[in-house]
């Protein structure tokens, strides 16, 4: 394998073990459907990103809007009866949480939990980041 190739591959690898250290820990529950209207865009089938990976967040994530469209990663870290399956998952916030209070951090809809989570009503501990820092964190690498 050449230099190049290595040197990418490793830079990969990096930005990856990078992303989780810096992140925010939190919890994540699971919501049902009908999961429209959502507070960002209404009754629009399209905001929703392939596979159904989308949350809804809570008031301390929310500004106030500003949160509608980020996009987050984010990795089971506990919870009862150990519920984490390994891995990450990226989501887009689509919705405010509408319960009140919020029953966590960020509510995930059942496609996005059941990528991390092996019990589909748990309350789980995540660490989550914001997934356009994580690119950000990234470049300098490649520089």
Not at 79 to 107: A, Y
Not at 112 to 136: C, G, M, R, T, W
């Amino acid at each position: 394998m050449g230099l190049l190739a290595m040197t990418i591959v490793l830079s990969l690898c990096i930005c990856r073990e990078v992303s989780l250290v810096l992140g925010d820990i939190g919890t994540a529950t699971s919501y049902d459907p009908p999961y429209i209207p959502t507070k960002c865009n209404g009754n629009r089938q399209d905001q929703f990103p392939p596979g159904n990976l989308f949350v809804s967040v809570s008031e301390g994530l929310w500004d106030n809007g500003a949160a509608c469209g980020r996009r987050y990663r984010l990795k089971c870290l506990s919870g009862t009866n150990r519920p984490c399956k390994g891995g990450t998952v990226d989501v887009r916030v689509v919705d405010f949480c509408s319960e009140r209070p919020c029953p966590s951090t960020i509510v995930m809809s059942n496609s996005a939990f059941s990528a991390i989570s092996h019990s589909p009503n748990a309350k789980i501990n995540v660490e989550y980041i914001q997934y356009d820092h994580i690119i950000l964190l990234c470049l300098p690498i490649f520089l």
